[in-house]
């Protein structure tokens, strides 16, 4: 498999880098300050965001997507359980979840913060944000307080995924209380190819 990643440090391309290394798959990565929202970009993307892969001369993006997408490709390391099974079921749910359920007011926030230019900033939605995003937090962190991981009670790319949205609510300062997520964050730090920015 031919694979070409635009990536951005430890924005959402962090998933689709960490994703590869644990399925040991190679890939030509291509990271510059000004590639977001680039020419290059927006021909193959048009609303310029990253990630986006090629992979064998077709484009992919939405990090969740590109993710999945590798697993399937690397089945003997079984990042990620068979189509049609109940796990898939589950990963399905959780990736679904951490995306409109808790990064979506990750995102509001910080879109209005550093974003957009000043002038088109609403800052009267961060408390809301705040209170929509741990709402649904304290659901996963419940689960992980009974268990390590979110499907089968192992690894898969289903924790990249969902750790990326934990992770990014944690430096939003969104985990107070919640020991299940810190804990959770702890363990996928440990991994050798954890993409997770950790500051």
């Known amino acids: 498999v031919d694979i070409t990643l635009y990536e951005s440090d430890t924005s ?8 590869l290394l644990e399925a040991g798959l190679s890939f030509k990565s291509l990271s510059r300050a000004d590639l977001p929202t680039s020419d290059e970009v927006k021909a193959i ?10 992979i064998d001369g077709k484009v992919l993006f939405e990090s969740a997507a590109i993710c999945t997408y590798l697993a399937d490709h690397a089945p003997d390391i079984d990042l990620i359980a068979k189509p049609g099974s109940w796990a898939r079921g ?5 990736t679904s ?18 974003i957009l230019p000043p002038d088109q900033r609403i800052e ?9 995003f741990g709402r649904s937090a304290s659901v996963l962190n419940d689960v992980l307080l009974r268990d390590d991981y979110l499907v089968e009670n192992r690894f898969t790319v289903t924790d990249i995924i969902v750790s990326w949205t934990v992770n990014w609510g944690r ?7 919640m020991g299940g997520l810190h ?4 363990r996928l730090f440990e991994r050798s190819h954890c993409a997770l920015a950790k500051d």
């Open 171 to 177: 430096r939003q300062g969104l985990l107070d209380g």
């Open 97 to 114: 979840f951490a995306l409109t359920e808790m990064e979506a007011w990750l995102w509001n926030t910080a879109v209005n913060k550093f």
């Open 183 to 186: 804990a959770y964050l702890e």
């Open 12 to 19: 959402r391309s962090a998933r689709c880098r960490w994703t």
């Open 90 to 94: 589950q990963h399905d749910q959780w």
């Open 124 to 132: 009267a939605g961060f408390e809301q944000n705040a209170m929509m």
């Open 45 to 54: 993307y048009p609303v310029g965001k990253l990630p986006v892969a090629i």
